[in-house]
């Protein structure tokens, strides 16, 4: 028998699209500032500057609702650490993605009601979303009013050491976005997941008769 969970409540699904769109610009605006003297991607260097500043701002505003909604509704409880037995879980998530998934066997972690994510999608959102987002976020506030950095950590210029932090952790988040992707696409159908992004809700297998 299957049932419909409505996983992605409204306020989920908008600051979703916000942050992905956010997210897209600003990995393509971000490459066209690493060539500053190229002209890639067909953008102008100060368009490119301009596009930055403008969603990399969008993508930290919408990041309050993302903290908000968690704070504020039953969506944190898909967020819980459960620490023990952990690492198992994760072994036989990943196990089945590399092995079990191209077997035809069954996913190991079943989505119901209190599961909306398996280990690997809980874990990953869990880093990108409460340790690499305030990172970039809180680095790009630097960069966009550099007086707050300080001059030198060590012998290391705070600009560099920032901007360092910046790119590395957003090169993180475009390699997070092209897993994402894939194991989004891995579902009943293709496009399964996508649909569930859009319309709220997702079909389960269920139990009860
Ligand atoms: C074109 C871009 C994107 C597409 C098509 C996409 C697609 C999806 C889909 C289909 C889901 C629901 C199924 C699942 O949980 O895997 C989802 C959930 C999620 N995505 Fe994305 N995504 C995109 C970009 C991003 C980006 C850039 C981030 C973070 C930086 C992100 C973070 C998340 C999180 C945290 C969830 C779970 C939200 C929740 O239910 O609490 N996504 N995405």
Redesign the pocket.
């Known amino acids: 028998m299957t049932e419909r969970i409505y ?2 409540p409204i306020w ?1 699904r908008i600051w ?1 699209g916000i ?2 769109l956010g ?2 610009v600003l990995i393509f605006s971000g490459i066209r500032l690493q060539y500053s003297d190229l002209n890639v991607l067909g953008m102008g260097f100060g368009q490119a500057v301009s596009l930055h500043n403008i969603f990399g701002i969008l993508v930290s505003v919408n990041y309050l609702l993302f903290v908000f909604g968690n704070i504020f509704t039953s ?1 944190k409880k ?1 967020y819980r650490i459960k620490p023990k037995g952990l690492i198992k879980r994760i072994k036989k998530q990943a196990w089945f993605y590399t092995s079990g998934l191209f077997k035809g066997e069954e996913q190991p972690f079943p989505l119901s009601e209190k599961r ?2 398996n280990p690997l ?1 809980k874990y990953s ?1 869990i880093i ?2 409460y340790l690499f ?1 305030p990172i970039l976020i809180i680095t790009g506030i630097a960069l966009l009013f550099p007086e707050l950095i300080i001059e030198k950590v060590y012998s290391f210029s705070g600009i560099f050491l920032t901007a360092f932090f910046h790119a590395g952790i957003g090169f993180l ?1 475009s390699i ?2 092209v897993v ?2 894939y ?2 696409s891995i579902g009943k159908s293709p496009l399964d ?2 649909r ?2 859009f319309n709220g809700y997702h079909d389960v297998e269920s139990k009860k008769k």
Do not use: G, R
């Open positions: 996983f992605y989920l979703h942050n992905a997210i897209i969506n898909y909306k994510f999608q959102y990108v979303m987002m988040v997070f976005l994402h992707l194991v989004a997941n996508f569930s992004i």
